[in-house]
């Protein structure tokens, strides 16, 4: 899960604030990928050679199933985040190397759990709530009944 950071398109329903699910990737033609075992995690990770150009997020109730290549592809929700901030730095490493990096951005940020505050005038169809306070201070309860009413009721 994604939070979208800024205001996309706001006509269609992609602001900042709204949640979704990354679920592609495009990237310039000519992009190769280079395979790297990570030993800690025991799995294979592909490390593309050029920075992707789009994500396509899955935004619920986005109204902007206008593209068609998309719709077939991902269906009706999904929305293209273009890159909005490319950064090119140089490191000097210590054996006298100067190495140029880049760094895109996206303005995304994950999603998994999400404040209090960021969760006020949702409504959400599951809500869980961790038992975060100290149990000699009842004052950070409020929080967690200011979530109550906001859940969405099942008829």
Do not use: E
Not at 20 to 41: E, I, K, M, P, Q
Not at 143 to 155: D, I, Q, S, T
């Amino acid at each position: 899960p994604v939070m979208i950071t800024r205001n996309v398109a706001v006509a269609l329903g992609v602001a900042n604030g709204t949640r979704g699910v990354v679920v592609g990737v495009h990237h310039a033609n000519g992009t190769t990928s280079t395979r790297v075992h990570d030993t800690t995690l025991d799995c294979h990770v592909d490390v593309p050679s050029l920075s992707p150009l789009v994500l396509y997020v899955l935004v619920l109730g986005a109204r902007h199933a206008r593209l068609a290549i998309l719709r077939a592809q991902y269906g009706d929700d999904v929305f293209p985040i273009h890159v909005t901030q490319r950064t090119h730095v140089s490191v000097s490493l210590s054996n006298g190397r100067i190495v140029s990096l880049g760094v895109v951005q996206f303005p995304l940020v994950p999603a998994f759990a999400l404040t209090v505050y960021k969760l006020q005038g949702m409504t959400l169809d599951v809500l869980i709530v961790a038992s975060w306070y100290d149990q000699g201070d009842r004052t950070q309860c409020q929080g967690a009944y200011a979530l109550r009413p906001r859940r969405a009721a099942k008829v």
